[in-house]
């Protein structure tokens, strides 16, 4: 009987404790997201897979009409879902050095090194002196330099096509782009051939899909990792997925043969050449931040992480647009069988110049953000401007991505696929702080600039490959 009366007692301390906890915004005027339960909050719905992130997500979101912002709880934990474009804008921009983080977990697990050294994960003045290295990586210079290559590799992709059409009509374009982007990014980032065309899957591709591939049970290990980073660190578990080691592996063998001497011109060699010459400068306006050899591995196989996937995705997925949208399938052959009369063939200079491409690429980005909910950490307390709100030092933000690129009241008729939407003279029609497909502000995506020379592929396919 007096077991029986404790639990209760027990049960119902722990249900006020959460419901407490869970006060959290309406004690601070801020409404709650619909969804939350006791002791997991929004967590459920979030893990939940009978619905997307993003839908999840807005759901939240159009409840409140985004007008603003609405609370919400991972766990026992407050977070803040800020729909708002200007206030969006004050977190992402004008405020950043309250914002420098992306919401990350610093893993103890030695395994976790390269992980924890990479850019997504690096906070604070790291992070800045990292970047400020890194950032000169993805100039427009370099990226033409490399075009020649990402020239070479959409040839290889014509080449595997027409191989594949004789087999089967029916070709996998995500899966297709995945080989061109592994090539392509493994060539530029460490001059690595990994023959993808060639016969069967390279084992470089297959690495890749394996890594993006997330089973249920590693989500919700995530999931918790990110919520109690502390509980994470005490249980040691480890954050890198057990392929990160055959990427590292790699990287490390490329950087013996490169101090060795040979060179190749790539982000491998050009993060070498910056290291030697901030040893040897002595010009106060350059950056200067040593990388260590750990933070150049870790690099190298990030650029491969994250521009694999989102590359391959948004390439497959403007295919399949374009396959579905005829009459702007054709103005876009149109557009490039233009440009090859007037620059010769499809030339680096060529596809900066193609208007409707851009529009299609952007309008793919818009409808299919590849990531469709972004994050940024509070790293100063900071008064949310106009409001009485104080967002603390420590508290997540989210910013629903897809939400506002499918909201109405920034995009007129939303699913539908109108790429002169983006077109120089509509652009100051777009409601600035509503398209944010590669982020916003000093912690943007560092290889946006390299989407568009890697459409050369899809561009090729366009212009040789017939209906
Ligand atoms: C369709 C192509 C791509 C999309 C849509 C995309 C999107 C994004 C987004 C949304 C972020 C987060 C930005 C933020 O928090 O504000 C990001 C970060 C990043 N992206 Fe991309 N990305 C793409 C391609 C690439 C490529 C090709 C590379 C490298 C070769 C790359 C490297 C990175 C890196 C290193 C970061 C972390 C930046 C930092 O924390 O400072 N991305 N990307």
Known sequence: MITWALLAVLVVTALLYSRWRHSYWSSRGVPTAPGSIPFFGHMFSFLSRSKYRWLVVDEMYHNHRGSLFCGMYMLLRPDLLLGDPDLLKGVLIKDFDHFTDRRSFKSTNPKDKVVNEMLTA???????????????????????GMFPLIEAKAQGLIDYLYRQLKKDPVVRMKHTFGMYTMEVISSCAFGLETNSFAGDDSIFAKKAIELFAIKPLRHVQLLLLFTFPKLGRLLNIQLAHENMEFFTDVVIETMKQRKAGAKRGD??????????DQDQSTDKKK????????????????????????????LGIA??????????????????????????????????????????????LRIYPPVPINTRSCTMDYNLPGTDLLIHK??????????????????PEPEKFDPTRFFPENKDRIVSGTYLPFGLGPRNCIGKESLKPLCGALCEILSTISH
């Open 287 to 314: 950056p200067k931040y040593p990388l260590s050899d750990d933070t150049i591995i870790a690099s190298s196989v990030l650029f491969i992480i994250a521009g694999y996937d989102t590359t391959a995705n948004t």
């Open 122 to 144: 690096t906070t604070g003045e790291h992070w800045k002196g990292i970047r400020s290295v890194l950032s000169t990586s993805f100039t427009s210079g370099r990226m033409k």
């Open 267 to 276: 982000f491998l060699d050009i993060m070498l050449e910056t290291r030697e």
């Open 319 to 364: 295919s399949f647009l374009l396959a579905k949208h005829t009459k702007e399938q054709e103005l876009l052959r149109e557009e490039l069988r233009n440009l090859i009369a007037e620059h010769g063939s499809l030339t680096y200079q060529a596809i900066m110049e193609a208007k409707y491409l851009d529009g299609c690429v952007s309008e793919t």
């Open 394 to 411: 420590g508290q997540t933000i989210f910013i629903p991505v897809w939400s506002l690129h499918h909201d109405q009241k920034y995009w």
